[in-house]
């Protein structure tokens, strides 16, 4: 079975650009969680899919916004692009059965640099 | 007041050890509790879960909670140099919401 894939690994950007990530759950996964990891502030939790509908969202300005497709793959954007964008970008997916679900597969992540 | 605190660590063990890793969440209403475990440059894998008060052994780990206190831990029985890693403590706080710590490094000596 195949696990969580996040496209790109890594990539490269200048501020004020913006940024698409994607990811494709585990076969028969519907939850995909979004997280950003920095060093500093550890795993922050930037939103929630489930049958492309947004359950919850983490303390993040509307730059970050994310979506969520028919075949369960995730997108999350972010615009102008900031130095503290800077970040590990995970991607997450559960079969999220129950609202108390937090067995989450991740991906590999994203390894996003703004210059 | 962070929603899950964890001592930053490193926690260093000999091999053989009991390593003891401990974790506070400030919501009571939380319901479901998770330990993963992130090696260097890797990502984050569960290694436990436990949604009501006691213990719950997976062989060497042992995930114990508390929730009068709000307080899980994760005890690993004969260390072994290669548990070192970062384990990480996450809390659903309901709202399909897992929230993390920042994690204790955890190094076992050999």
């Known amino acids: 079975k195949a696990g969580v894939t996040q496209t790109p690994r890594y990539l490269i950007k200048t501020r004020g650009q913006q940024v698409t990530l994607s990811c494709s759950p585990i076969s028969g996964h519907r939850s995909v969680s979004w997280y950003q990891q920095t060093p500093g502030q550890g795993l922050q939790f930037l939103f929630e899919?489930?049958?492309?509908?947004?359950?919850n969202k983490g303390n993040f300005p509307g730059r970050f916004s994310g979506r969520q497709f028919s075949n369960s793959r995730s997108e999350m954007n972010v615009s102008t692009l900031e130095l503290g964008d800077s970040a590990l970008y995970l991607c997450?997916?559960?079969?999220?059965?129950?609202?108390?679900?937090?067995?989450?597969?991740f991906g590999e992540g994203s390894r996003l640099t703004v210059l | 007041q962070k929603e899950v605190e964890q001592n930053s660590g490193p926690l260093s063990v000999p091999e053989g050890a009991i390593a003891s890793l401990n974790c506070t969440y400030s919501d009571r209403v939380s319901q479901s509790f998770f330990w993963y475990r992130q090696y260097s440059g890797k990502s984050p894998e569960l290694i436990m879960s436990i949604y009501s008060n006691g213990d719950k052994e997976d062989g060497r780990f042992t995930a114990q909670l508390n929730k009068a206190s709000q307080y899980v831990s994760l005890l690993i029985r004969d260390s072994q140099p290669s548990d070192s890693a970062t384990y990480l403590c996450?809390?659903?706080?309901?709202?399909?919401?897992?929230?993390f710590g920042s994690g204790t490094r955890l190094l076992v000596r050999p």
């Open positions: 996450a809390v659903n706080i309901g709202s399909y919401k897992l929230i």
């Open positions: 997450a997916s559960s079969l999220n059965t129950g609202s108390n679900t937090g067995e989450l597969f």
């Open positions: 899919y489930f049958s492309e509908t947004q359950r």
